[in-house]
């Protein structure tokens, strides 16, 4: 899109201020317009300008997609479901007990600590909006859910033996400065789990500035794999294993929506959620994560 250029603001990873712009965005939920620029000194793609974290709150709805889950269909829960077991599963081979206490941060209304809780897990939950946080203390009564930004929150160190994060990291003003509570938050064998928009998948290079990965203003910060392995080690962390486990339809189908938005084809956006384009792109998904390029990458990471 251009050439480096000083961009009057650091970035939070490495202290440069020169960047290159990649792209334009404009917010599908709105009208504001947003640059993503990548670092010239470690390549964290950072977006601009970035949104005062007190406004952060304003760009999700009260139908964001991870708070709207009273209007879905069954087999719609039913897809959601089918995601968290496939994350357990891949969690499981590197868990180093069965069973202990889990912090989900950004837990939205609970579902993924429901399903922790049936194999015996201590849950606990932290979700800045009051509402999902409300939804999930339905979900999970007597199990600790905490309605604070992780900015806000505080636990003793090494507290918990299974720390995860679902889409949430790029949502984080400052997200060196959280991996390094979290791994205070981590005990010495615990895991860390991080899902996050995966640059090198099959759907990012097909919708190109449409991908949901480029969700701007909600996602401030994209990562790069080898940028994303240095941030972890900044916080006293490294990345284990990774792979492409979830995400698949869900991320499809959002940024088919966005393509069809943008070229005001409203109607075909129905056409677009019809069950049927799930079955027949299923060869698609398993493909693009059996070759590590679903739309959706987990790391996973224990403390140095």
Known sequence: MGDPEETGSVCPLCGESRATPLLERRDRLGREAFTYLRCQ???????????APGQLSRYYPPDYEAYREESETWWQRWGRRRGWVRRIRFLKRYLPSPVGKVLDVGCATGEFLVEVRKLGWEPWGLEPHAQAADRARQKLPGSPILSAPIEEAEFPDSSFDLITLWDVLEHLPDPLTTLEKLARWLRREGLLALGVPHLESVD??????????????????????????????????????????????????????????????????????????RYLLWPYFRLAERCDRGPVCTYLLRKR
């Open 41 to 51: 000194g470690c390549g964290l793609i950072r977006l601009h300008p970035c949104p």
């Open 204 to 277: 990012a290079r097909l919708f190109g500035r449409h991908w949901i990965g480029w969700d701007a203003p909600r996602h401030l910060f994209l990562f790069p794999r080898s940028t994303l392995r240095q941030m972890a080690a900044r916080a006293g962390l490294e990345v284990i294993a990774h792979g492409c486990v979830y995400g698949d339809y869900g991320a499809f189908l959002l940024s088919l929506e966005t393509v069809l938005q943008a070229r005001n084809l409203d109607k075909a956006r129905r056409l677009a959620q019809l069950r049927l384009w």
